[in-house]
């Protein structure tokens, strides 16, 4: 680990500024993955900001929903009354994810800044165009049963690790930056991007962005949401693939409205619209659920390794489904 | 010095569930682990590792590792010590320019501080000249016939006439299981406290190791340093687990060692972090076994055929041994085992528990599953048909073998019976759900040159030294109670010494032959100083012996024995496996310790378990080196996984083997266990899978 | 670029230089002497690690020791400071360990736990969140999962499982 200077923030403007002007500068929050990675020597800050003691972990009671502080700890969040009544997706994802250790430590902001758990990106002796642009993809043509399914590139294939951006995909969350320029308000399904020929930056976020706060705007939608995580232990694993569902039911069944975001199969949260599309206005089934995902996965390019996780994600999705609405199970089977 | 044959003793102490004597310590962490001990100023070394499979180190920068604040030191090739003995390959590190595989050893690097050492490693630049490697092991590899497989077992066997007897056979199973690499990650990674100094003149190395055999490190050390082993004191009185991989010492020990050969008797603290012991502190190799069986149609074994192919590392053999259980499992007039080896450009492959028998009990056990269905016949049965009359290797009456009972126990507590033949017959909501049956074995052993102390104390106690290791076995609590029944006092007035070369010699443990083997020791220690200094000695009265064998192997073969029973669900959509139920019934000779050996074959389970549904360590063929080298890639089964894990043990002694009468517990439990998940998996789903492990993937559709 | 912080140890306020990189594992292991927080893989990973930090269980392995300044900890050896605790007297009622190298992470995290789900902390588990948690209500299928992220090489999860039962009905 490269010597550093530390730098506690006092406040997030002064947390911004000092960032910003220093090209070599990071933020620390609870440490969980940026620990890790300076150890590794996956990447080499000159400074940490450390924001982990600023004041921004507080909910906040809005007209719309809840607004959560960026330094609100993933097991507060995930125990929050409000929030597992309101958002309990938001809850199960983060329940699904680390250890209770891990989420006693964790941020809601660095959550959503996690990286790929890709074991090339991990190993800094291997080729990796996310660790060093222009080294090259090794996940491509290695080890690959963790590989994106979707939206990949030649430039990188691997998926993104976060359980609680899937989640907030699934219930219109925004996630609130202060950057150099001042405040922004960026929809949760839009702040991870897929990778292209930039594999290097997982979200739209530059240098001396720093997310302050979550909104959740509360639903129908939102409060009618789940979570189901497919994963090779059945607990303190990353998913295999996951799925965050919200539904908005009609009393006739009809779909009024729903999310569908699948996590572990992309870069990005895979916010699956053509199935949602597909499922919107219509009568929930099984059968109908299942089509709406291979809708969706009609433009699936799975390596050999990851195949798997077709099926996989079609099913699980369906799982979802059949526990917001058990009484699909009886209908279909 | 004597040497006798001890005795069978009583039991009083054995056979009780006396709480671990080092229990406290362990639970407040008080209990000091290799790089724990307090020593004067200790420096804190690094590894420098290669990052190609095979070629030679051209150059080593050390600049910018030397301009780092706190970097004392950088060691390469061009300055290591010199080893008196070079012969083996994986110890002798830093000797010369060549590298033999992704990780090696390259240099060291000295600190005042773990943070200066590890960013001093990161910043020497070591300039390699790459050459062509081969790191994959496959079915068309070039392969070689090893002299003998391990320990020293031939290499190959064959009784009757295989061929012929499969042509005529009613029924031919031929298959080919895989079994991948895996690495035995005890949760205490590799580490070693090195200091030296001089005793009566001549140098003096000290070494607090996470070691399995603290003799044996000194006796791999001393020669290579051009020392007598008396010279190397190694002590390891808490070691975190070992599972094989601390059985022998690895090329980070011989590390510490040099290391502090430079440091004008600074202690240096080496710990192996948890990535590179995917490169340096073994791990087992893949199988691939080639299974054909013949049997008539009432399943009645013609023929057995069991080649493999696995892999060797070019610097130094390791053969393991996965086609033994074969040999000696059921009957069957005609027999033929092989073992060819890959030589390829990796790390030295090691110990993992149960060697030889894990993978190969997988294989064999799930080809029999497969044959009892092809004979339509309940897998217990199939087994209870092609049970053995005498050893069908050795010729010899088992001593003991427990086989039938162990199933037949297993099978009315497991609830066996009644289970539908059709595999895919029955599901529990969103779960298909299956059950499987292996048989396990494992011999039993027990290793010379054991020697025990024994001293009287004040107030009758005793104090009892060996110096053997107890890495979380409970071995300092079953020696405790053999020592207090061979004396015929109580457990409280025995002192027990172990973990440390100053005393007496003792083997490794490992093999299920630590209890066995320091036990006799103990046994007939304790019967010489009552020959010697009576039932009322003074204090301070000492007697030495060891336990010589009787003709006992000429007579016998000793084997232990179990069946597992695994219960395995699989979700229908996700295609997740959960095994709720796994029950081990063992016939392991008396149980010194119920509640330590629970503990040990419980472990035992959990790892068979975790070992059929998730450990692999993937090695890229392209790069030479295993990619998922970490715990959160390297899946051990967690808590949430261990569900309804149980272990029984049928009520037996064997005081031909031993004088306590027990056969060893350490290995038996993760013997057979894949297997029984991997048929339950089968019966379940009614997809075979034959690759290890036993992921969603392969069940998802 | 050392810097002196105090973290409050085991009940005793200690004052510890550390390096900007020196982590709340090494400040304890290597430059406070106390070694009952157990490095088993340095990256969040094993719990080995874990003690408790301001009342909760928390990992040390990947935490910058300057961002912690001012913290109390209480490792497993400051759980025993007047007699063993009841977590630890189940561990070795029901031989919940055998190495002993994940022990007292494992001891301190079932201390966190406990606390966690008698504060109506719901797991992954839980079936619904809208009931609250109680230590009555844990059934084995919670404490297996409140209790996974601390790995056991040794598979002395039966044992532990027990132990913890033992105290949450207490």
């Known amino acids: 680990m490269k010597e550093l200077a530390y730098v506690r923030a006092s406040d997030p403007a002064q947390a911004v500024a000092t960032v910003a002007d220093d090209p070599d500068a990071r933020f620390l929050g609870g440490g969980t993955n940026l620990v890790d990675h300076l150890k590794l020597g996956i990447t080499t800050p000159g400074t940490l900001v450390d924001i982990s003691h600023l004041p921004l972990d507080g909910f906040e009671e809005t007209a719309d929903g809840l607004t959560i502080g960026a330094n609100v700890r993933n097991s507060d969040l995930a125990a929050d009354r409000r929030v597992r009544a309101g958002w309990p997706v938001v809850s199960r994802a983060l329940l699904a994810g680390a250890s209770g250790q891990i989420r006693n430590q964790a941020t809601t902001g660095g959550n959503l800044l996690q990286r790929t758990r890709c074991v090339y990106f991990q190993d800094p002796t291997t080729p990796c165009n996310k660790r060093e642009p222009g080294s090259g993809c090794s996940a491509a043509g290695g080890y690959g049963r963790y590989n994106a399914i979707l939206g990949a590139s030649p430039a990188c294939v691997t998926v993104h690790p976060s359980d609680l951006a899937v989640a907030l995909a699934a219930v219109d969350a925004a996630v609130l930056v202060l950057g150099p320029g001042g405040r922004r308000r960026i929809p949760a399904a839009e702040l991870h991007r897929l990778p292209g020929d930039d594999a290097e930056h997982d979200t739209v976020l530059g240098h001396g962005d720093l997310i302050t706060a979550v909104e959740l705007p509360a639903s129908a939608l939102a409060r009618r949401s789940t979570y189901v995580k497919v994963r090779d232990r059945a607990s303190f694993a990353f998913a295999l693939v996951s799925v965050a569902v919200a539904l908005d039911l009609a009393e006739d069944g009809t779909v009024t409205d729903v999310r569908v975001v699948w996590g572990g199969v992309a870069h990005k949260p895979w916010r699956a619209e053509r199935a949602e599309d597909a499922l919107r206005g219509r009568p929930l089934t099984e059968a109908a659920v299942r089509a709406a995902a291979d809708a969706e996965l009609a433009s699936a390019a799975p390596s050999s390794d990851a195949g798997y996780k077709v099926p996989m994600v079609r099913n699980a999705t369906a799982l979802a489904f059949r526990r917001l609405v058990p009484a699909l199970a009886e209908e279909d089977r | 010095m004597t040497d006798l044959v001890p005795a069978p003793i009583d039991a009083k102490a054995m056979g009780t569930a006396l709480p671990r004597v080092d229990g406290v310590e362990k639970v407040t962490g008080s209990a000091a682990y290799a790089v724990e001990h307090p020593v004067p100023r200790p420096l804190a070394c690094w590894l420098v590792q290669s990052t190609i499979a095979r070629g030679r180190v051209v150059s080593v920068d050390r600049s910018a590792a030397l301009a780092h604040p706190g970097v004392l030191s950088v060691v390469d090739h061009t300055d290591a010590p010199r080893l008196a003995e070079t012969d083996n390959g994986e110890l002798a590190i830093l000797q010369d320019d060549r590298i033999g595989f992704r990780g090696q050893i390259v240099a060291l690097v000295l600190a005042e501080s773990s943070e200066a050492a590890r960013e001093g490693a990161r910043l020497v630049r070591v300039e390699q000249q790459e050459e062509p490697a081969e790191a994959e092991l496959r079915e068309d590899n070039a392969t070689y016939r090893p002299e003998k497989v391990n320990p020293s077992m031939e290499t190959d066997t064959e009784t009757g006439d295989v061929d012929t007897a499969l042509a005529g056979a009613d029924v031919v199973l031929e298959q080919t299981y895989r079994t991948p690499y895996e690495h035995n990650n005890p949760l205490e990674p590799h580490a070693t406290t090195a200091w030296w100094g001089e005793e009566d003149g001549r140098d003096r190395l000290t070494l607090y190791d996470s070691s399995q055999g603290v003799h044996g490190v000194a006796t791999a050390l001393a020669p290579m340093l051009g020392m007598e082993k008396e010279q190397v004191r190694v002590m390891a009185p808490y070691v975190g687990g070992g599972f094989g991989s601390k059985g022998e010492a690895h090329a980070h020990v011989m590390a510490a060692a040099l290391a502090a050969r430079t440091t004008g008797g600074r202690p240096v603290r080496l710990a192996v972090t948890r990535q590179q012991m995917f490169a340096l502190t073994g791990y087992r190799t893949a199988t691939i076994s080639k299974f054909r069986l013949g049997a008539d149609r009432d399943g009645r074994l013609a023929a057995i055929e069991h080649g493999v192919l696995e892999q060797t590392s070019r610097l130094r053999e390791f053969a393991e041994q996965t086609a033994s259980s074969t040999r000696m499992m059921y009957a069957a007039p005609n027999r033929r085992t092989s073992h060819r080896l890959a030589v390829l450009d990796v790390a030295v492959p090691s110990w993992m528990r149960a060697p030889g028998e894990m993978p190969g009990m997988y294989a064999h056990e799930v080809a029999m599953d497969e044959l009892a269905e092809a004979c339509g016949l309940d897998p217990v049965e199939l087994r209870r048909r092609n049970e053995p009359d005498l050893d069908p290797e050795k010729g010899l009456p088992f001593d003991r073998r427990g086989l039938l009972e162990c199933l037949d126990r297993g099978a009315a507590r497991f609830g066996w019976a009644g289970r539908p033949r059709e595999p895919r017959s029955t599901r529990d909501g969103e779960w298909w759900v299956g059950t499987g049956a292996a048989s396990a074995t494992y011999p039993a052993m027990r290793q010379p040159g054991n020697v025990a102390r024994i001293e009287s104390l004040p107030d009758a106690r005793y104090a009892v030294s060996i110096g053997s290791v107890d890495i979380g076995t409970g071995a300092r609590t079953a020696l405790t109670q053999i020592a207090a029944d061979a004396l015929s006092v109580g457990p409280d007035a025995i002192d027990l010494h172990l973990g440390d070369t100053a005393l007496p010699p003792a083997s490794v443990a490992g093999g299920s032959s630590g209890t066995s083997s320091w036990g006799s020791a103990i046994v007939a220690a304790a019967q010489q100083f009552r020959t010697e200094h009576g039932h009322r000695p003074a204090p301070g009265l000492r007697t030495e012996a060891g336990a010589e064998r009787g003709d006992e192997a000429e007579r016998f073969s000793f084997h232990s024995f179990g069946a597992v029973f695994a219960e395995v669900r699989v979700h229908r959509d996700t295609g997740e496996l959960r095994v709720p139920r796994l029950l081990g019934v063992y016939s392991v000779g008396r149980v010194v310790n119920p509640m330590t050996a629970r503990s040990q074959l419980v472990g035992g389970l959990v790892m068979g378990m975790s070992a059929a549904l998730f450990e692999e360590s993937v090695r890229d063929p392209r790069f030479g080196h295993v990619v998922t080298q970490d715990l959160a890639t390297y899946h051990i089964a967690a808590h949430a996984d261990v569900t309804g894990v149980e272990a029984e043990w049928l009520d037996e002694s064997t005081t031909t083997f031993t004088p306590m009468g027990s056969r060893g517990i350490g290995e038996i439990g993760i013997v057979g266990t894949a297997a029984a998940v991997a048929n339950a998996a089968y019966h379940a789903t009614g997809i075979r899978v034959r690759d290890l492990p036993l992921t969603a993937d392969a069940y998802v559709g | ?170």
């Open chain 3, 1 to 170: 670029m050392d810097t002196t912080i105090e973290l409050t140890v085991d009940g005793e306020r200690r004052a510890v230089t550390v390096d900007t990189r020196t982590t709340l594992l090494d400040a304890l292991r290597e430059r406070l002497g106390n070694t009952s927080p157990k490095k088993g893989c340095d990256h969040g990973q094993c719990g080995s690690c874990t003690v408790l930090l301001d009342g909760r269980r928390h990992l040390t392995c990947l935490a910058l020791a300057l961002s912690y300044d001012g913290a109390e900890i209480t490792t497993a050896a400051g759980l025993a400071r007047d007699g063993l605790h009841p977590v630890q007297q189940a561990f070795l009622d029901h031989d919940g360990y055998q190495c002993g190298y994940c022990t007292p992470g494992q001891v301190c995290s079932a201390v966190g736990m406990l606390d966690e789900a008698s504060r109506d902390a719901p797991s992954h588990v839980t079936e619904d969140l809208d009931v609250p948690t109680t230590l009555e209500d844990l059934t084995d299928s919670e404490i297996r999962e409140r209790m996974s992220g601390n790995l056991c090489r040794c598979g002395a999860y039966p044992g532990i499982l027990a132990a913890v039962r033992q105290v949450a009905g207490a």
